[in-house]
């Protein structure tokens, strides 16, 4: 079990990964995401819970404005950037840690960018507008490719692939291609394999399982399996333990940053995990 050193170059930082476990707080400005739709709509709510989040101990504040839970539809960039453009204006400036944007819009991730955000995470990984890239690369901020398989309202009719992390880092590698064609350095990507985004359930355990695979790509992995439907439990805090025993086997795996709801527990099981790291 090997973790590998990397600097990742953003806006206006470079944050040393590898070293622990970073963990990004979800904040879902949005009125239908599967797990907190509807919470955190309200710009003053979802500037109070940014900051609690950091004060649990995210390092990264991840907001998303369109949701991207199995069976959603798109929504367009006006109604989009009328979710978000509030929520990162009261932000500006009031964070310690950068602020990550879950868009595949490149005008969204432009406003985003504009207005203080210091990563795109895309979750399509540059297959749904090909001038994202170029926006982030104009700013000099770091980009997250997340691998997706269809889109939200196509999974469910979706058969298993016959070699999922095969297809991932093939798709991956494609990404990563794309983005460094589009003139990114290759110091500000981070690569998420998008455990539920397109994949059967059982596969999805077959992906952390084989993790460490995607060291061949030679960039930093993040992995986002909070409360994601094949970790599903009879009660809420069933899902949030199988949640913990998820973000383990990641680490464990080789994840550099993971992604979760639960930022105080999760921190918890990070420390723990990164010690048998150490310890390994």
């Known amino acids: ?155 469910a009719k979706l058969p298993p692939l016959s070699d999922v992390m095969g297809a991932i880092l093939h798709d991956l590698e494609a990404s990563l291609h794309r983005a460094r064609r589009a003139g990114l350095d290759g110091a500000r990507i981070v690569i998420d394999p998008g455990l539920g985004f397109g994949k059967r359930g059982e596969q999805n355990s077959e992906i952390l399982a084989r993790l460490s695979e995607l060291a061949r790509l030679d960039v930093p992995v993040l992995v986002g399996p909070s409360r994601k439907s094949f970790l599903a439990q009879a009660s809420e805090r069933g899902t949030e333990f199988a949640s913990a025993a998820a973000v383990s086997a990641a680490i464990l795996g080789g994840a550099h940053l993971v992604r979760v709801h639960d930022v105080a527990a999760m921190w918890a099981v990070a420390a723990v995990a990164d010690a048998v790291l150490r310890a390994a």
């Not at 590898?18 to 797990?35: C, E, H, K, Q, Y």
């Not at 004060?55 to 009328?82: F, H, L, N, Q, V």
């Open 1 to 155: 079990m090997t973790r590998k050193r990397f600097l990742w170059k953003l806006k206006s930082r470079e944050i040393q990964l590898g070293d622990r476990t970073l963990i990004a707080g979800i904040l879902n400005v949005t009125p239908d995401s599967f797990s907190d739709g509807g919470l955190y709509l309200d710009p003053d709510r979802a500037f109070a819970r940014a900051l609690e989040l950091e004060e649990e101990g995210a390092d990264i504040i991840d907001i998303g404005a369109e949701s991207m839970r199995p069976g959603s539809a798109r929504i367009s960039e006006a109604e989009e950037k009328r979710r978000l453009i509030p929520v990162l204006k009261r932000l500006r400036e009031k964070l310690g840690v950068p602020m990550a944007v879950d868009t595949y819009k490149s005008g969204v991730a432009a406003n985003a960018l504009e207005l203080g955000a210091e990563i795109i995470n895309d979750p399509s990984g540059l297959t749904m507008d090909s001038e994202l890239a170029r926006v982030v690369a104009r700013y000099d901020a770091g980009l997250i490719l997340n691998h997706m398989r269809g889109t939200p309202d196509t999974w």
